[in-house]
């Protein structure tokens, strides 16, 4: 493999292992927008993937493994928002109970599909994978290492940037988006001036949440739809989000850059090797750097991050005041 | 719509109480059973397995009691810790990372001091786990006391970068790494010398480890230290209101600082314990157990006596499920963690049933 060939293939799947994050921080920056600290990503995300793979596959369409990967996870999100919204529930606990039971939930189903001999195979549904094919942008796909590494991915991953792009314009330049951001800044002043705090919470957790779960269906297909007993499709990435959000400043359009970063890393934990094999002078420190070490840097990131702000007192300028609050109109 | 309103009640009978949740347990056990059927289980002898842990027809039903403290010891102690800093409202999501840190660090102990006598290893294993995660717990109070650090997401963070540094201690084969077996080629975490192995009384066939003994004495010591010291009066007013607290003349910082560590130093103790009954570590040796003990501290209300019951509801539901699996081949231990959440759920419905009413707006508020 030439150089550049490498490196085009590094970049490639940086952009592969980057989506599903930019997919969850972008439903978790939604959520927290709303002033809610949701904990629940990962079984969200869940649910969303083994719930839209499974029917998408006995449907044999692609549209409908989105739809329905999409209202799972907004279903999921929906009870996020009544237990913290409607029952005034602790968000901590309730996003770590989601979480539990959302990956219980997705070995129950994966489990019990497969020991009934039912689980479905991707190769199988032939929508399915041609839905989830790499295409191939005209004129741009042919621009020398850009054009591979950054244009001929499948339509999720030119989804999820625009996705991102909407959401960013939908918090910043529109009503609503400005109604939201008051929520999370002080729902009791929004609500004094007849924003209805409710109903926003549960339009754009649920939203949030449904988007989360496109992230978990994109994980399940780019592992091809197999089950396996001990590993969870989503295998920490609901976390990183987590992370991501505030290295983000809970900013979408910044998340597409920050997604890139924390990809970055979890791409070098597979190409640390054939990098530094490539690069024997320049890049052969890499081998001595473990690859847990590329695992824990989102963390670590992120943990600085989270120090360093609030040491410097500027808190982070994006962070929604009251987040994690929840909002008791009786106390008002 | 607009002219209902909730209204928070406080004439709540305790037997009222037993009734709400024990209605809501029920309906989570109907979920369950639904849950099963579709996956053509009968979920009577199901849970009648689960409940049974697997004493009934078994040989060794001895083995079964050793198996399910193994999972109530440290989930005991783990929750009880978390519900000390959950008392000042001081989110340590930590359990995991905790709990990691304290299992290594009594590793290294293990290892290292195996050439003393045994009681004294265990010892220093649980003390120095002890120190260990206890320095990390007063790391993220600091933040938050000086600057305001979200101490739930540090906490969170930390549980990842802890994980991390066990599994690359798990998968890295070099001359330094004391932890894994030298006679293995693949990377495999070795046992401990034979000094570092928790013991225990035997009564009859079963043999009571130390650690539960020690997980029992340390929750009625928490029992009466919050109920009846300064410190644990402390916690409760700073846990009510800060403001109240430095009115009060308090030290409000130093209270936090001085509760998270102790919170995230039993978690670490609680971690050597499994280190110890285990007689290695390993990567999943949480076992959850972090995540596990915030349900069980939230579904206790906090409450000592609660959390010890609560506790060995979710040991026997956790072990049981494990015990069923060998019978059903489609359901495996998850199924526990699915019946966990729904019952945080449920026992969540039943306490916003109790704690709110719905009332009818008066018309002159609606002005």
């Known amino acids: 493999m030439s150089d550049l060939e490498l490196i085009t293939l590094f970049v490639f799947n940086i952009v592969v292992y980057s989506v599903p994050l930019l997919y969850a921080t972008c439903g978790e920056i939604l959520t927290e927008k709303a002033g809610s600290l949701n904990l629940g990503v990962e079984g969200t995300m869940a649910v969303g993937a083994i719930v839209g793979y499974v029917a998408g596959c006995r449907s044999n369409s692609f549209l409908v493994a989105l739809l329905v990967s999409f209202l799972a996870a907004a279903l999921v999100g929906g009870i996020f928002a009544f237990f913290t919204v409607t029952l005034q529930a602790n968000q901590n606990v309730t996003g770590l109970t989601i979480t539990t039971l959302g990956v219980a939930l997705y070995f129950f189903i994966g489990k019990g599909l497969s020991g009934m001999g039912k689980w479905p195979v991707l190769s199988s549904s032939g929508k399915m994978v041609k839905g989830f094919k790499d295409l191939k942008i005209p004129g741009l796909s042919s621009i020398k290492f850009v054009g591979k590494a950054f244009f001929t991915h499948n339509i999720l991953v030119y989804a999820s940037v625009v996705v991102a792009i909407l959401l960013w314009v939908y918090i910043e330049k529109t009503i609503w988006g400005l109604k939201l951001r008051a929520i999370g800044e002080n729902p009791s002043a929004a609500d004094s001036l007849g924003v209805n705090v409710n109903l926003y919470k549960y339009v754009h957790i649920m939203l949030g949440s449904g988007i989360m779960g496109i992230g978990g269906l994109y994980m399940g297909l780019n592992m091809s739809g197999s089950f396996e007993g001990s590993n969870c499709w989503i295998n920490g990435y609901g976390w990183i989000a987590i992370a991501l959000v505030i290295f983000a400043n809970w900013s979408t359009l910044r998340a597409i850059g920050g997604t890139f970063v924390f990809g970055f890393f979890n791409t070098l934990i597979y190409y640390n090797g054939p990098l530094a094999n490539q690069f024997p002078n320049a890049l052969g420190w890499l081998r001595k750097i473990p690859s847990q070490f590329y695992s824990a840097l989102p963390f670590i990131i992120t943990l600085l991050v989270l120090i360093m702000s609030s040491v410097r007192k500027n808190s982070l300028s994006g962070e929604p005041a009251a987040k994690g609050i929840n909002y008791y109109r009786e106390d008002r | ?367």
């Not at chain 2, 209902?4 to 009640?9: E, G, M, T």
């Not at chain 2, 029992?216 to 109240?244: C, H, P, W």
């Not at chain 2, 009115?247 to 560590?261: D, L």
């Open chain 2, 1 to 367: 719509m607009r002219n209902l309103h909730l209204v928070r009640r406080n004439d709540v009978k305790l037997w009222q109480r037993i009734l709400f949740y024990a209605v809501g347990i029920f309906i989570s056990l109907l979920i369950g059973a639904a849950m099963l059927s579709s996956l053509d289980i009968d979920p009577v002898k199901y849970y009648k397995q689960m409940v049974t842990i697997g004493l009934i027809g078994n040989k060794y039903p001895e083995k079964a009691i050793e198996g399910l403290l193994k999972i109530f010891v440290p989930l005991l102690i783990v929750s009880l810790a978390l519900s000390l800093s959950y008392r000042m409202k001081f989110w340590n999501v930590g359990g995991e990372g905790e709990f990691i840190t304290g299992a290594i660090v009594a590793a290294i102990i293990a290892f290292k001091c195996s050439s003393l006598p045994g009681p004294v290893v265990i010892l220093l294993m649980s003390l120095a786990a002890f120190m260990a995660s206890g320095l990390i717990g007063l790391a993220v109070a600091v933040l938050k006391v000086k600057f305001n650090t979200n101490e739930t997401l540090v906490t969170l963070m930390l549980n990842y970068i802890a994980l991390y540094v066990i599994t690359y201690i798990a998968e890295t084969k070099k001359k330094w790494n004391f932890f894994l077996d030298d006679e293995s080629a693949r990377p495999k975490f070795a046992k401990f010398p034979d000094a570092a192995k928790m013991q225990g009384i035997k009564f009859g066939n079963v043999t009571i480890l130390y650690s539960v003994l020690i997980a029992i004495a340390l929750m009625i010591i928490i029992y009466f230290y919050l109920r009846s010291t300064k410190q644990g009066y402390e916690i409760s007013v700073v846990g009510d209101s800060n403001d109240t607290a430095k009115y009060a003349g308090m030290k409000v910082g130093r209270i936090i600082a001085r509760t998270v560590f102790l919170s995230a130093a039993l978690i670490g103790m609680a971690g050597a314990f499994s280190a110890s009954t285990a007689a290695t570590i390993s990567t999943s040796i949480t076992n959850n157990v972090g995540w596990t003990g915030v349900i069980v501290a939230w579904l206790a209300k906090l409450s000592t006596p609660g959390i010890f019951a609560v506790t060995v509801m979710i040991s026997v539901l956790q072990y049981g499920c494990q015990a069923a699996s060998v019978s059903y081949g489609s359901v495996d231990h998850n199924f526990a963690d699915l019946m966990q959440g729904l019952i945080l759920f449920s026992i969540l419905v039943a306490d916003f049933l109790l704690n709110f009413r719905i009332a009818r707006r008066k018309e002159a508020d609606n002005v």
